[in-house]
C-alpha cells in the first residue's frame, strides 16, 4: 500500500508524477534526454543500463518496465536476455564494452566513488568514448534517484507482464511521460 494517496491506474513512477507535476515535468525531460537519444549507446543500450540498475537496486517497477522496454529495443520477446545480464552479464553475449559500462554502472548504484580508473580504462580499451562513459553514469545515478521514488514512496507496481509489454510500445513510441499512462 503507498505511503500517500495517488490516482488510482498509475503504477511505479507514474503515481508519484501525477501526484507533483511540477516535479514530474524535470524527471521526464531527463528521462527523455538520457534514454531517448541516438547518440552513443543505442536506446537499447541505454535501457538495459536502467534495467540493470534498479535490478541492483531491487525496484520491481523499474526493473521490469525497463526490462520490458529493452526487450522491445533487443528483440528479446521472452524477456530471457535481459534477465540473464540482471543476474550475470559478464556471462552473456553482451559485447565486452557493454559489460565494462555495466561495471562502471554497478559501480555508481553502490556510490559513484566506487568507480575506478581501471573500470573507465576497460570501457576505454573496449571502445567507449567519453560520451559513453558520462551517459553510463548519468543513466546509473539518474535510475537511482527514481528507483528511491517508486520505492520511497512504496508505489504499487503490476504483477502481470503483458501491462509492462503494452507500456513498453507506448514508450518506444512517444517517450517517457506520466500523462499518457498505461493505455
Known sequence: M???????????ILGPMR?????????????????QADEGLT???????ATYVSSQNDCFF????????????????DWSFVQSVKENYPETT???KMKALLSIAGSVQRGGKYVTHEQIAEARTHGADDRDIHDTVLIAAAFCMFNRYVDGLATTAPTDPDVYRARAKNVIANGYSAVRGYE
Open 62 to 77: 523499474c526493473q521490469t518496465i525497463h526490462g520490458a522496454i529493452a526487450s522491445d529495443y533487443l528483440g528479446d520477446e
Open 2 to 12: 503507498p505511503h500517500i494517496e495517488f490516482e488510482q491506474g498509475f503504477p511505479g
Open 94 to 96: 553482451l559485447s565486452d
Open 19 to 35: 501526484f507533483s507535476p511540477h516535479t514530474a515535468a524535470p524527471m521526464n525531460l531527463l528521462a527523455n534526454a538520457l534514454m
Open 43 to 49: 536506446r537499447g543500450e541505454r535501457e538495459l543500463i
